[in-house]
């Protein structure tokens, strides 16, 4: 089982260790080193010997040939550096806010799932966002999420946490590293934790899997979920944080379903509503994708039409992304001829999904606030 991973980022090229945040940039002349090593069976070149030591205090045998410790990834045309997939969209939870509304358990076959995943690793991608749904909860997690390390990836898993106390995804998780593993936070006290997810005991089910995640030291990172059940638990959800010693941040802002309903909106804490940072663009489609339980391709999870059926067409069908996320960033619609577009907090994607929904126009438009908390 390889210790790092060399690859192809963009326009650099990066040495990467599972489980570790820190990572070095290399030039051309040093990738290609290491891909020549890796093929004739040499040792590792004395910088990486010595780099690996200052970085991940990693000590590697010199005489050692470098493939036993270093995957050496290829590089990939077109080249999409990250990704995100939901492995399915069945979740155990039914939270009220939950943007995918209707949570139909339902995905490809393993052997689908891995051709997937083989598609995702010929087109460059490093970094891969496991999600749902609920993830951990697919019959095929522990088995997508090793073919996914074994191919080289920097996986991210998004969870509720209420399973990371099951032996199998325990072990998985400590035999081989996740980049980071993300777990939402929906509540301080259980009246309000399973009062958004209507789901009984589910909140001591969280704090059992917290509590296995945090003593087998898997890296985590809190999302806070501030809603009208836990409107005034922010400051007792970030103490909750700061005792496990997690890196957390607040997310206030609910969002309309992906087919623009409105069911999740309710969900909004008034007294939390936030004015979103400029959107000056992204690289959506560009050199990242998101792929649904079916291997449908789009942007985003936002802009989910048009999409490539990536098991059909496979990687040659990312090629037609660039022009899809061009396309679905125009202002149209209700967004046409916007005075205040160049410092608008929201994509067109999502403006549109708001718009479907019939949401307020304060919850993601400028023009519904008043004029003095509107900053140009």
């Not at 990572?23 to 070149?45: D, N, T, V």
């Not at 081989?176 to 006290?189: E, I, K, L, Q």
């Not at 000056?280 to 994708?289: D, E, L």
Request: glycine share 8%; charged share 20%; aromatic share 8%.
């Amino acid at each position: 089982m390889h210790q790092l991973i060399t690859s192809r980022f963009l326009y650099d090229y990066l040495v990467v260790c599972p489980g570790s945040i820190a990572g070095i940039k290399i030039p051309l002349r040093q990738f290609a080193e290491l891909e020549q090593a890796a093929k004739s069976g040499a040792p590792a070149p004395s910088w990486l010997i010595k780099a690996a030591r200052q970085r991940w205090a990693m000590d590697l045998a010199p005489a050692s040939p470098v493939e036993d410790f270093l995957l050496v990834r290829q590089r990939a045309e077109p080249q999409y550096s990250r990704a995100s997939w939901e492995i399915n969209l069945g979740c155990n939870y039914d939270c009220e806010h939950c943007y995918l509304g209707l949570k139909k358990f339902e995905g490809l076959s393993m052997a689908d799932k891995a051709r997937l995943l083989h598609v995702m690793r010929d087109a460059g991608v490093l970094w891969l966002q496991i999600t749902g749904g609920e993830p951990t909860i697919d019959r095929d997690f522990v088995d997508s999420y090793a073919l996914a390390y074994e191919l080289g990836m920097m996986i991210t898993i998004s969870t509720n946490g209420s399973r990371l106390w099951q032996p199998k995804i325990l072990d998985a998780l400590t035999r081989m590293p996740a980049y980071r593993v993300v777990v939402s936070v929906y509540g301080a006290t259980a009246a309000s934790y399973d009062g958004l997810t209507r789901r009984k005991n589910s909140f001591a089910t969280f704090q059992r899997g917290m509590a296995a995640a945090l003593e087998a030291g898997i890296p985590m990172r809190l999302n806070l979920v501030v809603t009208e059940h836990s409107a005034d638990e922010e400051a007792a959800m970030v103490a909750m944080a700061e005792r496990w010693g997690l890196e957390h941040n607040s997310y206030v802002n609910m969002s309309p379903t992906i087919y623009g309903g409105d069911e999740s909106l309710p969900a909004q804490s008034a007294k939390h509503l936030r004015q979103r940072k400029v959107f000056t663009g992204c690289n959506a489609g560009h050199t990242f994708f998101h792929s649904d339980p079916h291997g449908k391709a789009s942007i985003c999870k936002v802009g989910r039409d048009p999409h490539v059926d990536l098991m059909a067409e496979g990687v040659e069908g990312l090629r037609q992304l660039g022009a899809i996320a061009d396309q679905l960033m125009l202002r149209t619609g209700g967004c046409s001829g916007c005075q205040l577009s160049g410092s608008c907090g929201v994509c067109r994607p999502l403006a549109k999904l708001y718009q479907e929904a019939k949401a307020p126009l304060a919850s993601y438009c400028q023009h519904g606030r008043k004029r003095e908390e509107v900053s140009v």
